[in-house]
């Protein structure tokens, strides 16, 4: 069973970098048809697509963070990243790393299927 | 590129039905059979209950059920219970290759 786990600095100053590492376990990031996401959640609001990286490495952004967010990956640690550049306070959120998996054989399909728990993440100096 | 309108709260006794609608536009609902909806409990992660605008995955209870009309969606929890008090989003891939959300809708149990 495909399991996700967030990681990094749960505070971060205004206009500096937001870095945060999701390690997946339980199966490969670079095969089958899925695509590893980013999603926030601002307290008492609503989720935001921020972005995903697809297990050939092919990446999709929000058009709204595109300009500061960047996903990567580094598939000899099962693990895809991301970095969300020149953050304000409208940046503070719990982030999640979330599976999409894509058609083709599975179970589900076209969906977001599998969570990380989430990591709050507050921009403040 | 705007969040999906849902309304901020819906209400029902338990035992009756109540539906959740999801407006979009022709760049995301209106155009792709792509919209799932998801439930979350505070403090947890969401948990998707309809994905592909209709299916529901196992092990989610046949009282969900969900439909698409034009730039609208909808989910139908029937036989309300105590245990549907959650926030439901619903998600509609868009043109562009992304994704947008609802803005949730808090369900409550009366």
């Known amino acids: 069973q495909v399991q996700l786990q967030e990681s990094g600095p749960g505070l971060v100053k205004p206009s500096e970098t937001l870095s945060l590492t999701c390690t997946v376990s339980?199966?490969?990031?670079?095969?089958?048809?899925?695509?590893w996401s980013w999603i926030r959640q601002p307290a008492g609001k609503g989720l935001e697509f921020i972005g995903r990286?697809?297990?050939?490495?092919?990446?999709n952004y929000n058009p709204s963070l595109k300009s500061r967010a960047t996903i990567s990956r580094d598939t000899s640690k099962n693990q895809f990243s991301l970095n969300l550049s020149s953050v304000s306070a409208a940046d503070t959120a719990v982030y999640y790393c979330?599976?999409?998996?894509?058609?083709?054989?599975?179970?589900?399909?076209?969906?977001?299927?599998?969570w990380g728990r989430g990591t709050t993440v507050t921009v403040s100096s | 590129q705007s969040a999906l309108t849902q309304p901020a709260s819906v209400s029902g006794s338990p035992g009756q039905s109540i539906t959740i609608s999801c407006t979009g536009t022709?760049?995301?609902?209106?155009?792709?059979?792509?919209v799932s909806w998801y439930q979350q409990y505070p403090g947890k992660a969401p948990k998707v209950i309809i994905y592909e605008v209709t299916k529901r995955p196992s092990g989610i209870s046949d009282r969900i059920s969900a439909s698409k009309s034009g730039n609208t969606a909808s989910l139908t929890i029937s036989g309300l219970q105590a245990e549907d008090e959650a926030d439901y989003y619903c998600c509609s891939f868009a043109r562009g290759d992304t994704f947008v959300f609802g803005g949730g809708t808090t369900v409550t149990v009366l």
């Open positions: 990286i697809y297990s050939s490495g092919t990446t």
């Open positions: 022709s760049n995301d609902v209106g155009s792709y059979r792509l």
């Open positions: 339980g199966g490969s990031i670079s095969s089958g048809s899925y695509f």
């Open positions: 979330v599976r999409y998996v894509g058609s083709g054989g599975h179970v589900l399909s076209d969906v977001f299927d599998v």
